[in-house]
């Protein structure tokens, strides 16, 4: 794994508005980076970022398994005691669930470390599945790199493959985000593409026409009855608003699912310890207020269960200045997680995570953030990647 330099294209964001990324600056600064990329072999790829990400994918679907089972665990995790009941029944009916991001510390040398699972509404999807393969074939094309190039990445393929199956029938899905926000739209407006490509029909909406009609179906801003809803709306702020007592009764399948509330939320990590300790991809990690927290010494990083974008994580380290690294939020009424200090690879003066995609349960590919410090946040970089 190196980080190699390139000169960036001229073009790219023309590029990129032609392709509809049109967020690829934000908050005033450049978002997606090809001033370098990161080279990867295809060992590295296979062996220590892929086989692991199916391997802890499938952990992941059984502590789910167990986590829906116990309630006192769901408590841990800050679900609504009024939901158990909902997310119980969504997950024993096999509710199919469409992606979902890993985020691994990597350097290329030592095993990949899961910090965290994105379960519910990761974003990032379009640059990692379109914009950084557009990326690849103009720097074999301009022979920047050579033609046997390659990259982990065959999200689109498996999206377009997956969701089908996860619209039933009728062959129709809705796609609901909050229209003002640029990333989130641009994001659900590839999934449009996607479905359409896949042949169903496609709606877009925002998710504030969503209504309710007499017999519960949710419907569009048409008064459509929606059978099928993926949202890019966090599930656990959708239980907590008035609407969301609708979900629990809702013919209308949602996704992601209910069930996924079990893995969306920072909580699953020291389930999955305890559950496989000793795990090479697993770092220790325990709830707050676990007397075992005090077994990771004077050295971890404190985590809100449904923190996103790196809001209320600390850094606790005595060897770095200041005592570590804290970064503000809205996160912490609901608890913390306490897992080991594992920093991210610095690669010159950045940081850098590593995203590893799923669809429908299965290995699809990577996407690579940047930042200053050790925390990734919502303006860090994208970055590309490819395989020689």
Known sequence: MERIAFEEREDWRTDAEACGFNFHTMYGARYWDERHAYCFSLEQIETDIEDPTAELMSLCYEAAGRIVNEPALMDKLAIPADFHASVKASWDRS?????????????????????????????????????????????????????????????????????????????????????????DWGTVEYLVDCAVQAGLEAVLIDIAHIGVDAHGWFTDGADRRIETLFKLYPLEDMVREDFGAQLKKTPTRLVEPLWKLVLSNKGL???????????????????????????????????????????????????????????????????????????????GEDWTVIGSWVVAGQPAGIGIREDATPVTRNTSRFVPHFIL
Do not use: C
């Open 269 to 347: 990590l020291p389930i999955l310890w305890e559950m496989y300790e000793g795990h090479p991809n697993l770092l220790p990690a325990f709830f707050d207020d676990d007397p075992a927290a005090a077994s990771l010494g004077d050295a971890y990083v404190r985590k809100p269960l449904l923190s996103r974008e790196g809001a209320n994580v600390t850094i606790v380290d005595p060897a770095m200045s200041d005592g570590g690294l804290s970064v503000e939020g809205e996160y912490g009424a609901e608890g913390y997680v306490r897992q080991a200090l594992h920093l991210v690879p610095q690669f």
């Open 95 to 183: 509710d199919y669930d469409l992606y979902g991001r890993f985020d691994f510390a990597y350097d290329g040398k030592s095993p990949a470390k899961m910090l965290e699972f994105n379960a519910d509404t990761p974003t990032s999807l379009f640059e990692s599945a379109v914009f950084q393969w557009r990326w690849l074939e103009a720097m074999k094309a301009s022979r920047k790199l050579a033609p046997g190039a390659d990259q982990f990445n065959s999200l689109h393929e498996k999206l377009v493959a997956a969701l089908p199956k996860i619209a039933g029938q009728p062959q129709r899905m809705h796609f609901a985000a909050i229209s003002d926000s640029v990333e």
